[in-house]
């Protein structure tokens, strides 16, 4: 005995299921027509709008204020630098130490006769070699540079062809802890050069 035959109806319902379906070919219209006018749920809103594309303008004034935020980013995501030790920080940019209003000013002398390049460096200009650079005096061998310093005591050294020394004609303020030793000028208030 075979199944269609101990269960009558299940014979008709395979019949059923092999007979061909019939649609309305407008039908699958309408139902897409009746998909796309139902609105999204409210949590699918948001997305629904964010990813619609959509034209926008800006003026140009708009837009370069935009270009000079978007620079000043870069300068700020740019402030990693590197200090004495070599290891990175990431400390607020600070604009290169600016030399006091001061009415005192101050001559400085270093004698070098076979240099090609003098630079004062200091706790006055941040010991950068290149803020203060010294001129020859004529045919002498001597470097000198004039500069306003305020009244105290600071401490300097003479950068010749990339090598520090320290001034022969002022005291000595012994090893910085980087292997030099620096001079030391006291400078009173009105008194200089």
Known sequence: MTDSELHPYV??????????VVTDP????????AVRAESPPRRLRFWHRAVQPRAFTISPAVGGLLAAGLVGIGVI???????????MSAGPLVAAPQLPVSDTVVKFVFAAPNASQVSLVGDFNGWDGEKTKMVRAGKSGMWTVTLPLTAGRHLYAF???GTWYADPTEPLAGDDGFGHANSV?????????
């Open 11 to 20: 014979e008709l319902i395979a019949r059923e299921a092999r007979r061909p």
């Open 185 to 193: 000028r006291i400078v009173a208030r009105g008194v200089g050069l």
């Open 159 to 161: 950068l010749v062809d």
């Open 26 to 33: 407008a039908a699958r219209q309408r139902i897409m027509a």
């Open 77 to 87: 995501a740019g402030g990693l630098r590197a200090n004495r030790d070599g290891q």
